[in-house]
DNA sequence: ATTCATGTTGTGAT
DNA sequence: TATCACAACATGAA
């Protein structure tokens, strides 16, 4: 479910109730749900993979995690961590992490390294790479503070699209390179996006649990990589390794 | 049936 | 004190 685009699709779809008031919550959540009773949802914001349910005084943070999922005027079996009813309708998140945030979201968030924003500066994340160059690119691509809504499918669809191999680092990258990899981030971000939102998505993937190169017919590579240690899908030959000069 | 994965946070060890 | 590795969370597809 949830990479940057998922949740763009979640904020479009939960944004119905904005403006609307609070006329029941229950779940499990460990939270003081009564707090939003009554309460009248100001905004439908998102950052990242963060979607911000936001109250004039504090905001509802919910983050889907690797599991988590939601259903609007509809109900899965099974108690919800949260459900929000409206006069228009209600939503239910399940398996996620709900919190309450007490900042203006303005002072916590840097909406300019969301790469699904219009404030997205690319330049910004260049400079935030470039600081730290020893960095593998697999690493690189799923930091949030810069990348922000990157998650492991974008990961490996955009290394494979600039062919670059996901143990590069960042700093043997040619500057070239850096600003496709930058470029590329947004760019499938969008693509992912439209894929999604038409249930075409899957089909789409180029690496990213495949066995076979689409471009070469090579053998598919598949390696736990990083810090991150998450999957990386590569294929070798058509994806070149930018390492430090022995 | 079992494994594993679109992710983050907190804890305890070093 | 700071950093790091790993556990925890918990669902459903393959």
Known sequence: MPEGPSLYLLREEASVFRGKTVRNVVGNAKLDLERMRGRRLKA??????????????FTLRIHL???????????????PRLRLEFDNGEISFYTCSARYIEEPLD???????????DAWNPRAARKKLLAEPSRLVCDALLDQNVFAGVGNIIKNEVLFRIGVHPASVV????????????????????DFLEWKRAYVLKKHWLVHTRRTCVRCEGPIRKLHLGVTNRRSFFCPHCQRLYTAQV
Do not use: N
């Not at 909406?111 to 924003?117: C, H, I, P, R």
């Not at 043997?172 to 969008?190: C, D, H, M, T, V």
């Open 44 to 57: 439908v914001r998102r950052w990242g993979k963060h979607l911000l349910l936001e109250f004039s005084d």
């Open 65 to 79: 995690l690797m599991f988590g999922s939601y259903r609007i005027d509809e109900r899965k079996p099974g108690p």
């Open 107 to 117: 002072d916590l968030y840097d909406w300019s390294a969301d790469v699904l924003e």
């Open 171 to 190: 700093g043997q990258l040619p500057s070239r390179k850096l600003g496709e990899l930058i470029r590329e981030a947004r760019q499938y971000s969008f």
